[in-house]
């Protein structure tokens, strides 16, 4: 992140959004909105002495909410750049981070700021969201206190973390000695997602692995209904974890419940390989939640006008053939943004839409098949279906009359087969051209 900040051919852009695009491929014009920080990026050192003085506290987002922020904060440690913001929710107008503040970045005055750059290609990177299993109530979450996730068992786990890598029960701070974890919670699932996340089984496994390195007596059991360790080495690390003496259980969890007076959980399980019904008691619960599609990448895709897959996450125009690809060219995706992956997958479709990105902006210019349609302008009459009907965008009707975006159309001829005048004709598959080729087929 530091070199991406420091590199001379890099902009980076923080706390902007895309509000709208326009223009054709290698030709682009992108308005953006830049937040207000409330904060001068050009004075602000990233000392921290503002939040050390400022009054207030609330849940901390990148934490999960098992720390506070001041509502003057620097995201995270290793935040790039290392600038403050203030959270306008928050601030109750004190002023005091004003005071503090020897550099004098402190600007309650600050606007959103909109603007426009030119670009000859798009790479979207959203990344995904995480399931809330509050929203159905998966095994008491969100009504007792010692059900958390795995990302929060992530931000414990940190030594940068919120508890400086060391695990705690939410109800009274003390050590858990029993840890269950559930597998597939949001996701295998028809009322939620019916699809694998992927990377849940190895992060709960890696968890797992990291508990038991720094205490060998906790209990960690794993209750799931397959193990996929599918890439390589994987497999390998599923049983180097169970040497550490980490239980895996291939069973559905039923129930849990809470004991009022411990906080303990309490588990009705099924053991699918020998059918017996097992009740468990444990001092803490971790549920492995589903990643779904993120709520930014969803709006960015409508925006960019990029399709989304059954799932909802951004589709590519073929998934093995063109996996980077989306229907409008030089505008591609990568990583979680098109579907779940792990570190290795995410790095290697990223680099692969980096390197068509790059070989569509240094080319100069652009080999384009000729089947597209021409428009006949006396027959055109301004309707508008070819422009609705069109799945790429590449056809507006002007002034009355239907222009066509060569550089954005793939010759589909569904705007052809759509117009009612004939005002459209396909290069090399011309009506004329076709009625030839009927008659001298029929004459032979």
């Known amino acids: 992140m530091v070199e991406v900040a420091k590199h001379p051919n890099i902009k980076l852009l923080t706390y902007t959004e895309v509000k709208a695009l326009r223009g054709s491929p290698g030709d682009f014009t992108v308005t953006l909105l830049k937040k207000p920080r409330y904060v001068d990026e050009t004075k602000c050192t990233g000392c921290g002495a503002c939040s050390e003085k400022c009054p207030v506290e ?5 934490n999960n909410g098992l720390g506070t922020r001041k509502a003057i904060y620097i995201p995270f440690s290793q935040a790039v750049p290392k600038t403050a913001l203030i959270s306008m929710e928050d601030c109750i107008q004190c002023k005091s981070c004003e005071r503090q503040c020897l550099a004098g970045a402190i600007n309650y005055e600050q606007k959103p700021e909109e603007f426009e750059v030119k670009v000859g290609a798009i790479i979207v990177a959203t990344g995904v969201d995480i399931y809330d299993p509050s929203e159905q109530r998966d095994y008491g979450y969100g009504i007792y206190d ?14 940068t973390g919120p508890t400086n890598g060391h695990v705690y029960r939410i109800s009274d701070r003390s050590v858990p000695k029993r840890i269950a974890m559930i597998q597939c919670v949001g996701s295998r699932d028809v009322r939620t997602n019916p699809y694998c996340s992927e990377v849940c089984c190895m992060v709960a496994m890696k968890n797992a692995k990291l508990i038991k390195q720094h205490d060998p007596d906790t209990e960690v059991t794993i209750y799931y209904m397959d193990i996929r360790a599918i890439d390589e080495g994987h497999e390998e690390y599923y049983t180097g974890v169970r040497g550490y003496g980490v239980k895996f259980v291939r069973g559905n969890v039923a129930r849990v419940r809470e004991d009022p007076k411990t906080k303990n959980l309490l588990l009705r399980v099924e053991d699918t390989l020998t059918g017996e019904i097992k009740r468990v008691e444990v001092d803490l619960l971790v549920l492995s939640t589903a990643v779904v599609p993120s709520k930014s990448g969803t709006e960015l895709g409508a925006i960019l006008g990029i399709d989304r897959t059954v799932s909802g996450f951004l589709k590519p125009i073929h998934a093995g ?9 030089a505008i591609y995706i990568c990583g979680t943004a098109q579907g779940p992956k792990d570190i290795s997958y995410s790095v290697s479709s990223a680099k692969a839409a980096a390197s068509a990105a790059t070989a569509w ?16 302008g006396e027959l055109c009459i301004g309707c508008k279906r070819c422009e609705r009907n069109c799945p790429f965008g590449a056809i507006r009707v002007i002034e009355g009359v239907a222009k066509v975006d060569e550089t954005s159309c793939k010759g589909c001829g ?3 087969a759509s117009c009612p005048t004939h005002a459209l004709d396909l290069r090399y598959y011309r009506d004329e051209q076709l009625k030839e080729e009927v008659a001298a087929a029929l004459k032979s």
Request: with cysteine.
């Open 58 to 62: 609330v849940p901390d987002e990148f």
């Open 146 to 159: 010692n059900v958390i996730t795995q990302m929060e068992l992530e931000r414990m786990l940190s030594p």
């Open 321 to 329: 053939l063109n996996p980077q690809e989306t229907k409008t060219r």
């Open 361 to 376: 902006c240094l080319a100069g210019e652009a080999t384009l098949e000729l089947i597209t349609p021409v428009v006949e």
């Open 414 to 416: 569904i705007c052809v």
